[in-house]
């Protein structure tokens, strides 16, 4: 690869959005380090195709999200299973017990949403836009509205149980 | 809700943890599970199904009445047909562009490509069961050069076994309509 420094920059500087991904989606310590390998692979791959005209967190996002429900949906094999730092996968929240339980609390809210609004609120949770979301995710952008006020309901009344 | 998100988001921005050389690690092991993913599966599944085929073929002047003809045209055809209807199916989730689709195009051809998947393993399990009639007089006459159809115990081999073929066929589908159920879901929402 051409711009090897250029990705690794890129992957470092965005390790955050990463773990956040892996965190929403993956269900096991085990399968969110396969998940975060996987898009740092599928990062890689078309790295090269990226071009400058979009936002790198848009490309980003987009492929993160793509790898998630493409691992989802494949069988599990077993492959080369990389040893990766618990440090990637297990960050520290906050120094606060009580936010981290809070946190914690909405993490689980979000799992147990289905895929399609996992993803919307993610995106929104990220500090997207109506507009950023809706060019990731390829609903219009009324209909991102419409969703997001739908999920932000239930996510309320999941916690208020 | 979005006021915690960014409190935690700034936490865990803060924590640096990646490292050049485990970037460049897992792009390398991502590279090597692609090769081990594909070529695992599929050379495992062709050799299963090359195998027999060939040796029915090679063999096949020893299948000397017209039954037993039949039982070998009939094997070799289910064999190419379970190889055949897998391999598409598996082909069409792997066929997601991942770095091109959208959410929602990925999501829309998951659950159509999983719907297919499942369509095809019930005809896949049906097509076995059916193999498991024909094979057995084959192979019985090409390995052990007995005529089973002029014995008349080996009905008896398919009467021991259907019994376990219904529970387990059973199982089978009730997994398959959970599957198909999630998938309709995912549709109706994209809709």
Known sequence: MQNKEAFIEVIKGNEGRIYKVTKVYANTREDAQDLYQEIVYQLWKS????????????????????????????????????????????????HDTLKDEQVEALYAVIKKLDIVEKGIILLYLEGNTYDE????????????????????????SQIKK | M?????????????????TDSL???????????????????????????????LYI?????????????????????????LCFLSLRSISKISGVNISKNNYKESLLQYSKAKMQFVSAQKVNFYLSAILML???????????????????????????????FYPFSRWVFKRYVKIVSDAENILKELE
């Open chain 2, 2 to 18: 979005k006021a915690l998100w960014g409190q935690m988001s700034a936490e865990v921005e803060k924590q640096k943890a990646i």
């Open chain 1, 47 to 94: 790295f090269d195709s990226f071009r400058n005209d979009a936002k790198i967190s848009t490309w980003m996002y987009r492929i993160a999200l793509n790898t998630s429900i493409a691992y989802l949906n494949k069988e599990k094999r077993k492959g080369n299973h990389l040893p990766i730092d618990d440090t990637l996968i297990n960050k520290t929240v906050t």
């Open chain 2, 57 to 81: 073929l090679i063999n096949i002047q020893q299948l000397n009445t017209w039954y037993l003809l039949g039982c070998g045209i009939s094997s070799v055809i289910i064999l190419f047909l």
């Open chain 2, 134 to 164: 024909v094979i057995l007089p084959v192979m019985s006459k090409l390995i052990a050069g007995k005529d089973v159809f002029k014995q008349t115990d080996v009905w008896l081999y398919y009467v021991i076994a259907f019994p376990f």
């Open chain 2, 23 to 53: 970037v460049i690690k897992m792009t390398r092991a991502g590279y090597r599970n692609k090769i081990s993913k594909v070529q695992v599966p599929e050379t495992i599944g062709a050799f299963f199904c090359a195998v027999p085929v």
């Open chain 1, 133 to 156: 979301i809706a060019a990731i995710t390829g609903f219009s952008v009324t209909n991102v509205g419409t969703r997001l006020g739908r999920i932000k309901q239930k996510i309320i």
